[in-house]
């Protein structure tokens, strides 16, 4: 504005002082003042189209999660409908960014209740409680307290926990590049049990925040490495290992194996909510019986601290645990 008000000036003194010269000023004045003036609309109309645009993206990050449940559920039903058309986790590349990480819309067809369903035995029961898990895990950790899932699962063999491993190995988001399997008793031999399982964890939950954790024969699972799993199943779950790791979108299946006729006998047992809660126990009388034989030993080592540790951290772990059943 300042550059056209001179313009002006020189226009009139050059139409004084010179008139031939004086119209080509006063024709140069007015061409500056034109462009001015279409630079202000032009700034008032990319402010106003800025504004649109961020309005747009709020809108499409608030309706996400809607978005990704509607398609979920059509991608599962046309799976059932046409499985050859449209296979299980056949849609493990999508993801969709709105300028977040959080945003993303992961595989619609991860955490499937059909495939927790076909580990489990053939009952109402169970298929009930197979949607019921996928259904928290598919539930955002916000809305669950931001606290990961845990699962015991009992088979009544090596060969049955094996074959359960594999088969839900395909169920988080990227399925198995995201499924991590553990060994417990290998646990036990590395002398600091719980720093061992942090150390495996970290880099995995960092890669895979919403990944599984298929801890195999967590019947042998030391009581030192207790503490460690309980803090990644608490609410706000995670544990510091160079830096912080959040353990909250993550899932949990302890496979606990069991005496065969044990697992048949829930399996097939009328009161399926008894059969669970009865896996459950199982293992933490095999930890409790674990931590006693551990507490002898720390008395006589004068370690009873560690030992007082411990035992609260199973008394903790054993809240933690959302549910069980047999395979």
């Keep these: 504005l300042t550059a056209a008000a001179v313009l002006l000036l020189l226009a009139v003194a050059g139409a004084v002082l010179w008139p031939s010269y004086g119209d080509k ?18 700034a008032a109309a990319t402010a106003s189209v800025a504004a649109s645009v961020a309005h747009a993206r709020d809108l499409v990050q608030t309706t996400a999660a809607g978005a ?5 559920n059509v991608l599962l039903q046309l799976h059932i409908k046409y499985p050859a058309i449209v296979p299980e986790g056949g849609l493990q590349g999508l993801h969709w960014g709105f300028g977040s990480q959080d945003a993303g819309l992961q595989d619609p067809t991860a955490w499937a209740p059909e495939v927790l369903a076909g580990v489990l035995p053939e009952s109402q029961h169970w298929a009930e409680l197979a949607g019921d898990i996928s259904e928290r895990l598919r539930t955002p950790a916000a809305a669950r307290s931001h ?29 198995e590049a995201c ?9 036990a031999g ?28 967590v019947q042998q699972l030391p009581v030192a490495a207790v503490p460690a799993l309980q803090n990644a199943l608490s609410e706000l779950g995670g544990f510091q ?12 299946a302890l496979l606990l194996q069991l005496p065969a006729h044990d697992v048949v006998a829930a399996a097939s047992a009328a009161d399926a909510a008894a059969a669970s809660s009865s896996i459950k126990e199982a293992f933490f009388h095999l930890q409790e019986q674990f931590l006693k034989q551990q507490g002898q030993q720390q008395e006589q080592e004068g370690e009873a601290q560690a030992h007082g540790v411990a035992a609260r951290a199973l008394r903790a772990l054993h809240r933690r645990i959302d549910f069980a059943a047999p395979v």
Excluded: M, W
Excluded at 179 to 187: C, E, F, I, K, M
């Design 241 to 252: 290992h160079d830096g912080r790791v959040d353990g909250s979108k993550a899932a949990y």
């Design 179 to 187: 499924s991590l399997l553990l060994n417990a008793p290998q646990l």
């Design 147 to 175: 606290k990961a899932t845990a699962v015991i699962l009992a088979c009544g063999s090596t060969e049955d926990c094996g074959e359960t491993a594999a088969a839900l190995a395909v169920l988080p988001p990227k399925g």
């Design 68 to 72: 990704q449940q509607q398609l979920h």
């Design 190 to 217: 590395s002398g600091e049990a719980a720093a061992a399982l942090q150390a495996t964890l970290a880099p995995f939950l960092r890669r895979c925040p919403a990944g599984l954790v298929l801890l195999q024969d």
């Design 25 to 42: 000023a006063v024709q140069s004045a007015h061409q500056a003042l034109q462009q001015l003036d279409l630079e202000q609309h032009a």
